[in-house]
């Protein structure tokens, strides 16, 4: 423990500088960017799919994963603290599937998409969270000084 008695995370937490009004870091912007084309991609493929049940899809199923991606990006911009930990979710979840595809790749290609697709996924997931513990310190701030949250 250092010696002011103050563990590492709240000495941590202390450097934090909450985003400032209209602030948003380049990774958010970045993962506000790929949530909206994700969404603009599933739907394009929903439309020009011609038998999604033989894929194992549906136009229900393709239209809610549009609509969460579109919620959770208006969301991050918003600056809301629960959409850019579900994004992170999503992140964590694709790095997972590609780690798997991974081993079950046949071609130095798609190899290669899968160590891309983890890296990427990767990198946002890691910047993603200075981001989230300065929205974080925002809320603590505005709770501390006796202000209300917009939820």
């Known amino acids: 423990m ?14 934090l500088m909450p985003l400032a009004p209209g602030e948003r870091p380049p990774a958010l912007l970045v993962c506000i960017a790929v949530a909206v084309l994700l969404a603009i991609a599933v739907i394009a493929g929903v439309l020009t799919s011609h038998d999604l049940s033989k894929q194992g899809g549906s136009v229900p199923g393709g239209a ?6 579109l919620v959770l990006a208006l969301n991050m911009f918003r600056l809301r603290y629960w959409a850019v930990l579900g994004f992170e979710g999503l992140l964590a979840f694709q790095v997972m599937i590609a780690c798997l595809a991974l081993v079950l790749a046949r071609t130095l290609l798609a190899a290669g998409g899968c160590v891309a697709v983890i890296a ?16 974080q310190a925002g809320e603590r701030g505005s709770t501390q000084r006796g202000s209300t949250l917009d939820t």
């Open 120 to 135: 990427i996924g990767g990198v946002l997931f890691w910047k993603l969270i200075r981001v989230m513990g300065r929205i």
């Open 2 to 15: 250092p010696e002011s008695g103050l563990s590492r995370d709240d000495l941590a937490r202390a450097e």
């Open 64 to 69: 809610f994963l549009a609509a969460v991606l």
